[in-house]
């Protein structure tokens, strides 16, 4: 489909842009509506408030005493098996994977404070805990077979699944408490990020159901199975300078703050309030082609991108950042009160060798309920062989997570203090040598103004079915994509991947359709003589 593209028309300061499709958001969603959208022949424009495209993945360097670079992701990084279309995107990209340490003992300290080495997948604690454990697994692999990824607000007993906490579920099922902490962690620290009183079953549901069943959750060498050589942010910088080939532009540093997106009614207009019925009751059209503008702040001035289609590629806690133009219906504006980021802290800290290894060690390590709760051999593969070839870096690293109400605690303490209490939790164990990185670095995503949490956003309790069901509808013209409002891949790079792709599709479907009835609706005054062909 060509398209007529008016030049772009510039003051000093000010631009605007017209082109086919607006994406807000370069993270991997974004960039992969972009891509896709780009491939098909579109003119995208990108919008990103960062001074880097990535997002929530994004690779950095630390340094050490010595001035030594030790390079980190401080978001997100591993792939699991049954990720087919990011494995399938980072094939096309040329990039390539390794697969996480895991050879030796694995560490488990039970809730009496007991070091326990194991080998397997199974924890070293009582037959009871043991019988306990799988029942509770056995009853969520059910769950998530029977409730599924893609539409779990609409489960025959979604309401029933969405109003008891996954805490108050555990208690129901179990009154073994280390195995309902162990079980807990697989969801609530270690997904979600919320304490698991926070979050409903149905939600915990939709967590496994995602990642094809619960018992893909509880096995780390599944869902912490390979990395991307180079860091998963080179995911989107690779998408990034495909797009730009593809004549697409990526504008960074330009948080979006408005869109325009609906011409309304005014006769519909309440007497009072002056809101128009066709939009606080929702309107029609959702998902065709259109007319839509985007308000940004750019370094150098106010950027404005007319297009006929837009894919918000945001997390939804942000939604709220961004004034809508005529207002969100109704239901839209409620629903997005009831979603929220988790909160954890990524640990990294890096070692001259991994020791632990030479202790015959994993690296890999958990206990539930604790201040650290999970620790892994996070030690890098790339160029650290002779003359650049591929190899494993000689330095050890390893990285641990801290979540929710730990974290918040961990991040009111000086930060000595807090260095001091992560690395002794992880000491506990690995063993002493743990105290003394050489480099040392907390992932803060909650206190970046353009995501506000890690690793990701989810219902409060009972929100998932009542407001699920929108999550995916677009707006008029804009269409929605993130990993956090993904089935497969849900939270995930993989459902970030998804999700761009099926903005993309819904995006050139809605422009088909224009192209066949000649028809679009709502265009902005001035845009009239675009044409499709
Ligand atoms: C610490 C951490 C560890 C993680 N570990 C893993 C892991 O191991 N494996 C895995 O698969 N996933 C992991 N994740 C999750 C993964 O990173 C996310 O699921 C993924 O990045 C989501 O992609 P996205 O494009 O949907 O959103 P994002 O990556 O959040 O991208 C959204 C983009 O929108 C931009 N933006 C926001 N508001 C505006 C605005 N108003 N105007 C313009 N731009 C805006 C943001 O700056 C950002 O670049 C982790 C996340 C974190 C934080």
């Not at 599944?222 to 593809?246: C, H, N, P, W, Y």
Request: glycine content about 10%; charged content about 20%; overall charge negative.
């Amino acid at each position: 489909m060509a398209t007529t593209a008016a030049p772009a028309a510039e003051t000093a300061t000010d631009v605007t842009e017209i082109t086919d499709v607006v994406v807000i958001g370069a993270g991997p969603a974004g960039l992969t509506a972009a891509y896709t959208l780009a491939k098909a022949g579109r003119r995208v424009t990108v919008i990103e408030a960062r001074n880097r495209v990535g997002g929530r993945t994004w690779n950095g360097t630390v340094l050490d005493d010595r001035g030594r670079e030790h390079f980190i992701e401080i978001g997100g990084q591993w792939i699991s098996p049954d990720q087919t279309r990011l494995s399938a995107l980072v094939d096309e990209l040329g990039l390539e994977t390794f697969p996480r340490y895991r050879d030796g003992q694995s560490v488990y300290i039970s809730p009496d404070g007991t070091r326990h080495t194991y080998t397997g997948d199974r924890l070293p604690v009582s037959d009871h805990t043991r019988e306990e454990t799988e029942k509770l697994i056995a009853l969520m692999d059910d769950l998530a077979e029977e409730v599924g990824a893609e539409t779990p607000w609409a489960a025959a007993r979604a309401e029933e699944l969405d109003t008891v906490a996954f805490r108050t579920w555990l208690h129901r099922h179990s009154d073994d408490r280390e195995a309902i902490d162990n079980v807990s962690i697989y969801v609530a620290s270690g997904m979600l990020t919320k304490p698991s009183y926070a979050f409903s079953t149905l939600q915990a549901v939709l967590m496994a159901a995602s990642a094809g069943s619960f018992s893909n959750l509880v096995d780390e060498n599944f869902i912490l199975d390979r990395r991307v050589i180079g860091g998963m942010q080179t995911v989107s910088v690779r998408l990034a300078e495909k797009i730009r080939e593809l004549g697409g532009r990526i504008l960074l540093e330009t948080p979006a703050h408005q869109i325009d997106w609906h011409d309304v009614d005014p006769d519909t207009a309440d007497p009072l309030n002056g809101i128009p019925a066709d939009v606080r009751d929702g309107v029609s059209g959702n998902g065709s082609s259109g007319s839509v503008t985007v308000h940004a702040t750019g370094p150098d001035g106010e950027v404005t991108v007319h297009a006929t289609d837009a894919v918000l590629a945001v997390p939804p806690n942000l939604y709220n950042r961004i004034r809508f133009v005529p207002p969100l219906p109704r239901e839209q504006h409620i629903a997005h009160q009831h979603i929220s980021m988790g909160l954890v802290i990524k640990v990294h800290a890096v070692y001259d060798t991994p020791f632990w290894r030479e202790a015959g060690l994993s690296g890999t390590a958990f206990g539930g309920g604790r201040l650290v709760q999970e620790v892994y051999d996070n030690t890098n593969y790339g160029p650290y062989g002779p003359d650049g070839t591929t190899a494993e870096d000689p330095f050890g690293t390893l990285v641990g997570f801290v979540s929710d109400v730990n974290a918040e605690q961990m991040w009111a303490l000086p930060e000595e203090e807090r260095r001091h209490r992560i690395l002794s939790a992880m000491a506990e164990y690995l063993g002493p040598q743990t105290m003394e990185p050489v480099a040392f670095y907390l992932s803060d995503m909650a206190a970046e103004e353009w995501t506000r949490g890690a690793y990701a956003t989810s219902y409060d309790l009972g929100g998932l079915h009542r407001w699920g069901h929108l999550q995916n509808r677009p707006t008029g013209p804009v269409h929605y994509a993130c990993s956090d409002i993904a089935a497969e891949g849900y939270q995930h790079v993989d459902g970030a991947v998804r999700q761009g792709e099926a903005a993309a599709l819904a995006v050139l479907a809605a422009q088909d359709a224009v192209q066949h009835t000649g028809q679009h609706a709502g265009l902005h005054a001035g845009q009239g003589d675009r044409q499709y062909s």
